[in-house]
């Protein structure tokens, strides 16, 4: 099965739209990963959500984590506080995180080999014409296995093949 015809509708935000809104959209659709668009509407970054969360612990949290037993839960207000005024692209993390993406025709394991390569939960599917690029939609990690389970001939763990059946 190609790309085109595994990438869904995937909700998105542009670099200039409040981290605010950003939060809000990954937490109540429940997203594995914030898709980034640039101004253009090009994927400019795919960010998985623990990374985002990362993005809202105090530094000092991160440095000594035996504190965040300590503070408890007192401070948990502040963390969405301080992103109030920042836009995605202030939000997001200081790491770059290349989209990942792939063509209309690319396969199903072309697919899942780019998405295990980057560790990302989510594949951009883009199309490139006169105009310029097109985002087609997008490839869930939950979209790749579900096909991969209805196929029924799944790539095995670690790419190995299915053990020769004798006298085949």
């Known amino acids: 099965m190609r790309a085109h015809d595994l990438a869904e509708p995937y909700p998105s935000v542009t670099t200039d739209d409040p981290a605010s809104d950003a939060a809000?959209?990954?937490?109540?659709q429940q997203l594995p990963a914030l898709l980034v668009l640039d101004a253009d509407?090009?994927?400019?970054?795919?960010?998985?959500g623990s990374q985002l969360v990362r993005q809202l612990v105090p530094e000092y949290v991160m440095e000594d984590p035996l504190l965040a037993s300590v503070i408890g839960d007192r401070h948990e207000e502040g963390l969405i506080d301080a992103?109030?005024?920042?836009t995605v692209a202030e939000w997001l993390p200081r790491r770059a995180y290349s989209p990942p993406f792939v063509g209309p025709d690319a396969g199903a394991l072309q697919v899942a080999a780019l998405m295990a390569r980057t560790h990302s939960p989510l594949v951009a599917v883009i199309e490139r014409d006169a105009q310029g690029v097109r985002l087609l939609g997008a490839i869930t990690a939950a979209r790749l296995v579900s096909h991969f389970l209805s196929e029924g001939g799944s790539p095995r763990p670690g790419g190995s093949e299915p053990d020769a059946k004798p006298g085949a």
């Open 83 to 86: 992103i109030a005024e920042l």
């Open 24 to 28: 809000r959209l990954l937490a109540e």
């Open 41 to 48: 509407g090009q994927p400019y970054a795919i960010v998985p």
